[in-house]
Nanobody, 122 residues
C-alpha cells in the first residue's frame, strides 16, 4: 500500500518534501516514480528513481528544481521540491514498478498510491 504524503499550501518559491509511505514494502527493490495530475489535465510524469537509487530522471518542467531520492534502509522514497511555481499545483502520486528502473512510462508502473495535494499560490 503506497501513500504519498507531505503536500500542502505554499507560496511560489517555497519548498516541500513529499514522502512515499510504503506499508507493504511494495517499493523495496523496485523502481519508483512520481507523477502529478493537475485539475482538468492528464496525469504526467515528474521523476523516477531506480531500485538502488543510482539512476534518476526528471521531466523537463521540474529538472533542476526537484530531486528524487530513496532510503532503502527506511523503505522510503522522497521528492524534494524547491522553487515551487503555481504551475506545480497538482495531486502528486508515487508509484512502483517491477524491475530496476521504469523511467517516465506510466504504463510500466504496477502499483499506485493515494495522492497528496500540493497547492502553490502566486
Amino acid at each position: 500500500q503506497l501513500q504519498a504524503c507531505g503536500g500542502g499550501v505554499v507560496q511560489a518559491g517555497a519548498s516541500l518534501r513529499l514522502s512515499c509511505a510504503d506499508s507493504r514494502r511494495t517499493t523495496s527493490n523496485n523502481a519508483v516514480g512520481w507523477f502529478r495530475q493537475a485539475p482538468g489535465k492528464e496525469r504526467e510524469f515528474v521523476a523516477a528513481i531506480s531500485w538502488n537509487g543510482g539512476t534518476t530522471t526528471y521531466s523537463d518542467s521540474v529538472k533542476g528544481r526537484f530531486a528524487v531520492s530513496r532510503d532503502r534502509a527506511k523503505n522510503a522514497v522522497y521528492l524534494q521540491m524547491n522553487n515551487l511555481k503555481p504551475e506545480d499545483t497538482a495531486v502528486y502520486y508515487c508509484a512502483a514498478a517491477r524491475g530496476s528502473f521504469a523511467g517516465n512510462n506510466r504504463s510500466s508502473y504496477n502499483y499506485w498510491g493515494q495522492g497528496t495535494l500540493v497547492t502553490v499560490s502566486s
